[in-house]
């Protein structure tokens, strides 16, 4: 999300969270984005995902900007990954030339943005859970801790982070050296509680060198305090009984711990709208034969157009039967999930591409559009799907466009 960089960063900023800390009580509703912001620092600005305006349903045939040649061609499908270079059990370890690749995916250069959201308050990542389950291959997305409740749903075998703020991948680093010695989900929890500070960073300490070691060491420091109480608050986020997060499930944290055991959570910074990191991932996972299952935007996808590059970005990545993309947005005419500031969006992979290709939509407001007119059953209590046979008001627009010029 770097190419077009003043703009694109004030954007971006905006899509993950306000300006001052916010702290989110036991059974409140946050106040934030997709994640907390934490405080401004050297390497902290603040915590969590993108917070969007509310989107209206103002949108105009105007903003269908080009005009689409059809009905949207079914895009194929990478087949179903082998076993060989991943294993499909989390805990057997990957093969050698697996191992070489995720460590070669390249990094983007981009400048710290304003806010830094290292956490999510997305609570209700249940309503995905009958959707995701079986899914396997690769969960590749932006920010933290929320992908991993993508994955143990899942039944992920990677987890590819790639976020714009190139704090976040530090963020991934802490679970990387505290979850594998951790059993439980209290006890990664007890790692940032203040009686642990000094062993936490003896462990980060053992895991790094040089001046990244010390980055990570300071970083921890400064936000030890806010994710002790933030990962307080997670492990107990339980929902009619069916477990929100990976802290909530003894089964989910067992399978997340699992793949950071074998080297399978390989964190980036990445701009989703240029083009090396997230093409590089989608090279290499078709390489690697791990279709994308799950493709997780949060709701960064309303602070930046649909350019060329983004585009070649998601035909690039591998996917098989089920793929979805997952989304979270507010607007007027689509009701939040409860207990949440959100509403849930799950969207086949295939559809995603489609409708791209068409040329129709160019910006995620216009998905919103479709949604909102074609009303249920695509559209539920805080969360909606779509399909190839969710109605495309955007494309009736651009062909009226179409047959008038």
Known sequence: MRARLP???????????????????????????GEEPAEAGDDVASATEPEPATTEPATTEAAADELAEGDPEPTESAPTASA???PADPAAPLADE?????????????????????????????????????????VVGVGSDQLYTLAAMSGARLIVPVDYDCRIPLVHAFYAAFVPPSETPEALVARFAPESEAESIALLEAAHEGAERERLVRLYRRLREEMHEYLQRVIRRVYGGRPASWLADAGYYEHVRALFRTGRVEARCGDVTASTTLRAVGETLQRLE?????????NAEQFFPYGEAFRANVAALPSAERAVVVRTFR??????????????????????????????????ALFLEDLARAGAPWVGEGLSTMTRETPSVVLEWARRRRARD
């Open 7 to 33: 703009l694109l960063a004030l954007l971006f900023a905006l899509a993950c969270g306000g300006s001052a800390p916010q702290r989110e009580a036991a059974d409140e509703v946050p106040s934030t984005g």
């Open 84 to 86: 060989e270079l991943v």
């Open 98 to 138: 697996a191992r070489a690749a995720l460590d070669a995916l390249p990094t983007e250069r981009i400048p710290t943005p304003g806010e830094f959201y290292y956490r999510s308050n997305e609570r209700r990542h249940d309503l995905l859970q009958p959707r995701l389950e079986g899914l396997g291959g690769a």
């Open 290 to 298: 791990v279709p994308v299952q799950v493709l997780y935007f949060s």
């Open 331 to 364: 607007h007027a005419e689509l009701p939040n999930a409860e207990h949440d500031r959100w509403h849930y969006m799950l969207q086949d992979m295939d559809d995603f591409r489609a409708r791209l290709e068409t040329g129709a939509y160019g910006r995620m």
